[in-house]
């Protein structure tokens, strides 16, 4: 199993969700790096369950420690490793259906790669769970992208849940103003008057025991031009690689994404012009990226995250050690919408691509 990223900004995640903990290593940050650790802390309780509604009943208090490469404030240039300790495990909750392979996880696929020696407990290493880490060091990045490029900002809103779409198509200086057009940041939408029915939709599924799915969007506003490089180096090949290491991503696309094959070329086209002697585009519908380089533009791009797979409702399934058909019915602690907590890990995988360029 291979769960080590990057080239230069190197990112090396363990644990397993309902083993002792879980944690990352991150490697090649620069000595010198000023660390806030309540910032860091802060993204890690954005992605948490505790005091959400909607989210998983499992709350875990998420407190990172770290082990090493931080001393008295500032990175060594060391590997900074972090572990979080997993205190509210419900591990029986698995036991009596460890050979039922539960539909959309990868009980089955887990147990072809690794002859059944994987930890099935919560998904093990497959969890969301793990995703914690993933901010942690995403946390670390954005602390190394402050002192590299101190004017770039990230950010993420929802432009879907379910069937219902944000309609909004927002120009380049909507991003540039990101926060002052959004209301409720641990819901951010930019057609306010979409929360409600969305959050109704999320609701609707909880109570009938099931999940929905959605779309979020990332974006950095005030990008570095000249990022990255053509082809298997492009921001598209390196960011997608991370993004869909997040559990529950099934797609990702880039500025308009798949809208551009509606229109003409003339109309897809990005024109260039000289503002305040500046180069900036008239409009962004390649997301800030052309030829796998960013252009300076804000660099925008989506990500479609599946429903939940684990729910209460009873299922069809098998079981790999009779090899006969039967049910499961799910009776762990789940959340109705990821899409509600995959904010700070999307803004996380960011940060880390966006590092592993500058270090």
Sequence with gaps: MSSMWGNNFKVSLFGESHGQGIGAVVDGVPAGIPIDLEAVQHELNRRAAKGKDLATPRKEGDQIKILSGLFNGRTTGTPIAGVIINENTRS?????????????????????????????????????????PLVFAGAVARAVLKERAPQL?????????????????????????????????????????????????????????????????GFAINMVAGLGDPFFESIESRLSALLFSIPAVKGVSFGSGFDLTLKNGSEANDIFRIEEKQV??????????????????????????????????????????????????????????????AFPVVEAALAICLADFLV
């Excluded at 539960?102 to 998904?123: I, K, V």
């Excluded at 008057?193 to 979020?216: C, F, N, R, T, Y």
């Design 153 to 217: 900002k990230i950010g993420s809103r929802i432009v879907s849940i379910k069937d219902i779409n944000d309609p909004c198509k927002p120009q380049i200086a909507d991003y540039q103003q990101f926060k002052n057009l959004i209301k409720n940041p641990e819901f951010p939408v930019f057609t306010e008057s979409l929360e409600l029915p969305m959050l109704a939709a999320i609701k609707a599924a909880k109570a009938a025991e099931d999940s929905v799915g959605g779309i979020i969007e």
């Design 280 to 341: 900036v585009t008239q409009t962004n519908h390649n997301g800030g990226i052309n030829g796998g380089i960013s252009n300076g533009m804000p660099l925008v791009f989506q990500v479609a995250l599946k429903p939940t797979p684990s729910i209460g409702k009873e299922q069809q399934t098998i079981n790999l050690a009779t090899m006969e058909n039967t049910t499961i019915k799910i009776e762990g602690r789940h959340d109705p919408c990821v899409v509600l907590r």
């Design 92 to 132: 029986k909750d698995y036991e009596k259906t460890k050979d039922l392979m539960r539909p959309g996880h990868a009980d089955y696929t887990a147990s072809l790669r690794y002859g059944g020696f994987q930890d099935y407990r919560g998904g093990g290493h497959f969890s969301a769970r793990v995703t914690a």
